[in-house]
């Protein structure tokens, strides 16, 4: 059974900072793409950062390029965003996925989810 569990969301204001873990058991950590997703009100699901098995390679959505920063510790089964220079649009459920072998960042081709962590950046 995967367990995905995300912790770090809160309540920021504009400018802030926030860090999101994400702890994935019940399968080979590194064998497997990691991703940060949101959901905001009214929005579909959207990909925010996704990392390869080895953390070799990233991928960001335009919208957060150059203020988050995806990283994972595979010694310790856990994906990291670290958010910087939060804005109001950041507010969503953050949402934490575990990939398959090969590195892709569309939802669809991840397969096991966490419950999500509420971010609400205030202006």
């Known amino acids: 059974q995967v367990q995905v569990v995300e912790s770090g969301g809160g309540l920021v204001q504009a400018g802030g900072s926030l860090r999101l873990s994400c702890a994935a058991s019940?399968?080979?950590?590194?064998?497997?793409?990691m991703g940060w997703f949101r959901q905001g009100p009214g929005k579909e699901r959207e990909p925010v950062a996704t990392i390869s098995r080895s953390g070799g390679s990233t991928y960001y959505a335009d919208s957060v390029k150059g203020r988050f920063t995806i990283s994972r510790n595979n010694a310790k089964n856990t994906v990291y965003l670290q958010m910087n220079s939060l804005k109001p649009e950041d507010t969503a459920v953050y949402y934490c996925?575990?990939?398959?072998?090969?590195?892709?960042?569309?939802?669809?081709?991840?397969?096991?989810w966490g419950q999500g962590t509420q971010v609400t950046v205030s202006s």
């Open positions: 996925a575990v990939g398959r072998a090969y590195f892709k960042s569309h939802p669809d081709e991840y397969d096991y």
């Open positions: 019940g399968r080979t950590f590194s064998s497997y793409a």
